[in-house]
């Protein structure tokens, strides 16, 4: 079981070239659950992300990691407890599975240190919990985007973290393959405790994983809690601007959002 951490931002205010996104946001995460944070394109989700992992820093307020602000925390000491996988990382050219995975255990290692058991026994570890151990040595531009998702992701649990976040982790994914991810990460939030958070696009299949939500509207957080109390025809109103019924999912039971389209019915078969 990983360690439970308390991690928050206070009163956040961040941003990108002058132009302020995030606006006074007071986020607490739950420790060793699933953390999903929705909204329309463009309301902060990744820059929340980001600003949370030092990738950005805030214009004012703090983050805060177990009583002590972010930035006062040594890069090394840091990515020993969070990991990132951000948004369309970019591949290392001619690099092979087993080596981009092993860049992880980076944190752990010294400048004078070679690679230890323990080093190999965490990569074998990552390779085998995101079922990749038979593509250890092929090279990564041979692989499907699927494949090399689960990649990126091995290689951010090699770290072997309490905290992993995740920004939009099945973007660009089919849905077998959107689903494998969402399992896989479930299954490891499951068994080791680790406290994931990440920014999801779609409503269904973040109402279906989430343990927690955080709903934000242009750099707010407008509403946060358990799906099936989140999760509301009037939020998703106000969220997305979509009208929809909310029905129990007939598998999971979590909320299921039906848009409200503009047909209705069959169509017309002679169109």
């Not at 979590?254 to 209705?264: A, E, N, Q, T």
């Amino acid at each position: 079981m990983k360690l439970t951490h308390q991690f928050q931002t206070e009163e956040i205010v961040a941003g990108y070239d002058n132009k302020t996104i995030l606006h006074g946001l007071n986020v607490d995460i739950p420790s060793n659950r699933i953390n999903v944070i929705i909204g329309a394109n463009a309301c902060g989700k990744s820059t929340l992300l980001k600003t949370m992992a030092r990738l950005i820093k805030p214009l004012s307020g703090k983050v805060i990691l177990d009583g002590k602000s972010i930035d006062k925390i040594p890069p090394k000491q840091l990515a020993r407890v969070l990991g990132i996988l951000p948004q369309s990382p970019i591949v290392p050219e001619g690099i092979s599975v087993t080596d981009l995975v092993g860049r992880g255990r980076y944190p752990h290692q010294s400048l004078f240190s070679g690679w230890t058991k323990k080093d190999y026994k965490a990569v074998a570890e990552a390779m085998e919990i995101m079922n990749i151990t038979e593509l250890a040595n092929r090279n990564i531009d041979e692989l499907s985007g699927g494949q090399r998702q689960r990649v990126w992701i091995a290689m951010a649990l090699t770290q072997q973290t309490d905290i992993l976040f995740l920004d939009e982790p099945t973007t660009f994914l089919d849905i077998a393959y959107q689903v494998e991810i969402l399992d896989l990460l479930t299954d490891l939030n499951r068994k080791y405790g680790t406290t994931i958070v990440m920014v999801l696009h779609d409503i269904n299949l973040s109402a279906r994983y989430a343990d927690h939500i955080f709903a934000l509207r242009k750099g707010k957080l407008i509403a946060e809690g358990e799906p099936s109390k989140v999760i509301t025809s009037k939020l998703v109103k106000e969220v997305f601007g979509l009208d929809c019924t909310v029905i129990a999912d007939p598998i999971s039971q979590s909320p299921l959002v039906i848009p409200k389209g503009r047909y209705h019915g069959h169509k017309d078969s002679n169109r």
